[in-house]
C-alpha cells in the first residue's frame, strides 16, 4: 500500500469520507530515512518536485556542535540518550530533529533535519 499524505478517511464521528478522485503520484509520501549511527556516512540523493534534491544521511558517526558561545566544532556521535519524537527509536540509535546525542564533548541537542540535509549540526547542551 502506497503512503499517502493525504485526509484521513474517517471523520471526528467514525464516518467516513468519499473522495471524488484517486491518488496522485505528488501526493506520495517519501521513504523515512531513519539516520542511524554508525561509523560509515552513507547518503541518498533524493529528487524533488522542481528538479530539486533532497540529500538524506542514512548512517553518520559525526556531528557539527555549537556551544553557548556560538564556537563550532565537529565531534563524534557516540549514542543516542533521548529521543522525544518516539522513544522507541532510542534503542535502534535513530536520530531525528530533537533528538539528544552523546557526543565527546557531551549531550548534543539535533537541531537539524537529518532526513532532509546533508550534514547534521546541534547544539551543546548545558
Known sequence: ??????????????????????????????IPANTRVDAEKEVRCERTPGGHHKYQILTTNEINVADKAGKVAKTKILNVVENPANPHLVRRNIMTKGAVVETELGRTKITSRPGQKGSLSGVLLA
Open 1 to 30: 500500500m502506497a503512503r499517502s499524505q493525504r485526509r484521513s478517511t474517517r471523520k471526528p464521528s467514525g464516518g467516513r469520507y468519499h473522495y471524488q478522485r484517486t491518488k496522485r503520484n505528488f501526493e506520495l509520501a517519501g
